[in-house]
Nanobody, 124 residues
């Protein structure tokens, strides 16, 4: 069983940067693809970014490409999402998710392990 705990959310202004962390306990993340999803009020949860193990392949949603960076530090069993040039439309609860294997890394229904989410609010 993989337990994921996100941290790092908060209230920022347009154009600011923020880094989210996702710490895993229960087992190591060796072999696990990791991803970030987000859910804005009244909207469905959507894919943001994903990374394979050991971190050679990454995917990003078009809306965050070139502004967000996902990486992993397997010695710390942690995955990060660094967000630059934040916009009000980035406001959402951000969720970390994990799955074994590196196929279909952008598909939400492929991820069995989820964190509780961390709120990111970007004021205009």
């Amino acid at each position: 069983q993989v337990v994921l705990v996100e941290s790092g959310g908060g209230l920022v202004q347009t154009g600011d940067s923020l880094t989210l962390s996702c710490a895993a306990t229960g087992r190591t993340l060796t072999g696990y693809a990791m991803a970030w999803f987000r859910q804005a009020p009244g909207k469905e949860r959507e894919f943001v970014a994903s990374i394979d193990w050991p971190g050679t392949l990454t995917y990003y949603a078009d809306s965050v490409e070139s502004r967000f960076t996902i990486w992993r530090h397997d010695d710390k069993n942690t995955v990060y999402l660094q967000m630059f040039t934040l916009k009000p439309e980035d406001t959402a609860v951000y969720y970390c998710a994990g799955k074994y294997g590196s196929s279909r890394m952008r598909e939400i229904d492929q991820y069995p392990y989820w964190g509780q989410g961390t709120q990111v609010t970007v004021s205009s």
